[in-house]
């Protein structure tokens, strides 16, 4: 039999054969451990109940429609446990002081659990707030979450700003401001604004339109961040597409890396791919990796490169730069020893000391000193050292030597 409770009444209950009816400002006081509800607890206006509650659902609206319009009235209060078989729909606000477990969640404006949720999906219209973990297939909130323990979920989906404490382990996570988790396993990662994880972070793909930060490991096969990068000792990401700058507060390793502005590493770099970058890039360490191309200038312990390096700006090292062809663009600056097998410096570029097979210096380049097989060294070049070969160098009558060029029957050493 369905029982109603009037609206101001009090009514103290242990169970119901039906559905329990609450009027606007009931309040229901739990008799034992829980109520039991075998039908659906339907909530007319603010309702409270004393105590956990185990029902077949849970409905809840204001008593008018103008107030649901004005998020005034339908504020439901369960002072306990919620334990609901099929489904939780409130129009307004549901406040949960124990666990919330049910099929499906449909609040319209605020849904805050003191515990933890668990369900197969949660729809929030304004804010998500749980104490505990959240467990489901599929969230969606239009305005914030916040998580105090550990989140799972196959898709997540928030309007505005998410943070959960814990760590999380979804699918996919597409936030449209600000997110923030304490780490774990994220296969899609989309957000409009930042992203920043406090612990270890495994991911496929990483999609910011602002910043992101990962205070712990990253290991992910791709981040394209329109903004700022900041990357904790020991990451390893297989793709890395920046348009502002990338920074890492110890060694990198990974694939390829494009950046538009900066790039930062306060240890080794190690990539299997290329290094590209259009501005400034600061190596505290080695670099290692298949192609480089700097538009800008690069500082590096040493760098060695397995094809082609580029420079078009300025190259500072202390241990020199090798790779199998190095191209110094025009009027670029290099100081730090060339170590490939086939090197050219563009016209009124200037370098140090060059190792290679096969140099050509472009016209007005300079140089300290030249350790090559055979070569070509144009008008106007400057050649401030020795230049010292096996078996054949071209030197135009209008360029400046100071010493005149020695055939011999080997080479130094290259330092790298």
């Not at 039999?1 to 609206?7: A, L, R, T, Y």
């Not at 509650?53 to 204001?62: F, I, K, T, Y």
């Not at 972070?201 to 990962?214: A, E, W, Y």
């Not at 241990?319 to 563009?346: D, N, W, Y």
Request: glycine letters at 18%; proline letters at 2%; hydrophobic letters at 35%.
């Amino acid at each position: 039999m369905d029982i109603v409770v009037s609206p101001q009444e009090r009514l103290r209950l242990s169970k119901v054969e039906g559905d329990l009816i609450i009027g606007d400002g009931g309040v229901v006081e739990v008799e034992g451990e829980e109520l039991i509800v075998t039908g659906a607890v339907i909530c007319r206006g603010d309702a409270r109940i004393q105590g956990s509650v185990r029902a077949e659902r849970l409905e809840g609206e204001p008593e008018e429609e103008w107030l649901w319009r004005e998020r005034r009235g339908g504020r439901i209060r369960v002072e306990g446990d919620l334990k609901v078989k099929d489904y939780v729909r409130v129009r307004n606000f549901l406040t949960v002081k124990g666990n919330l477990s049910a099929e499906d969640v449909d609040v319209g404006g605020a849904l805050e659990v003191d515990g933890g949720v668990s369900c197969r999906t949660v729809d929030v219209g304004g804010r998500l707030k749980t104490g505990g973990d959240l467990k489901a297939e599929d969230v969606s909130v239009g305005g914030s979450v916040r998580v105090e323990g550990e989140a799972s979920a196959d898709k997540v989906d928030v309007g505005g700003t998410m943070k959960v404490r814990g760590s999380c382990t979804f699918k996919r996570l597409d936030v449209g401001g600000s997110a923030e988790v304490g780490g774990g396993e994220i296969e899609e990662i989309e957000v409009g604004g930042s992203f920043r994880s406090h612990g270890e972070l495994k991911f496929k793909r990483i999609d910011v339109g602002g910043t992101v930060k990962l205070e712990g490991r990253g290991e992910g096969e791709r981040i394209d961040v329109g903004g700022t990068v900041k990357l904790s000792s020991g990451s390893h990401i297989d793709e890395i597409d920046v348009g502002g700058t990338l920074r890492a507060e110890g060694d990198l390793e990974g694939g390829s890396i494009d950046v538009g502005g900066s790039v930062r590493i306060q240890g080794d770099l190690t990539l299997s791919g290329t290094l590209k970058v259009g501005g400034t890039a600061r190596l505290r360490g080695f670099g290692r990796m298949r192609g480089l191309d700097i538009g800008g200038s690069m500082e590096a312990e040493g760098v060695i490169v397995e094809e082609d390096a580029e420079i078009g700006g300025r190259m500072t090292t202390v241990k020199g730069l090798k790779a199998r062809r190095i191209r110094i663009g025009r009027r670029s600056r290099v100081s730090g020893p060339l170590i490939g097998e086939h090197v050219r410096i563009e016209r009124g570029a200037e370098v140090g000391d060059v190792y290679a097979k096969v140099l050509v210096m472009g016209r007005d380049s300079s140089a300290e000193n030249l350790y090559i097989e055979r070569g070509k060294i144009n008008r106007g070049c400057r050649i401030y050292g020795s230049i010292k070969y096996l078996e054949d160098v071209k030197v135009d009558r209008e360029a400046e030597v100071s010493e005149a060029p020695e055939k011999v029957h080997s080479l130094p050493q290259p330092p790298l």
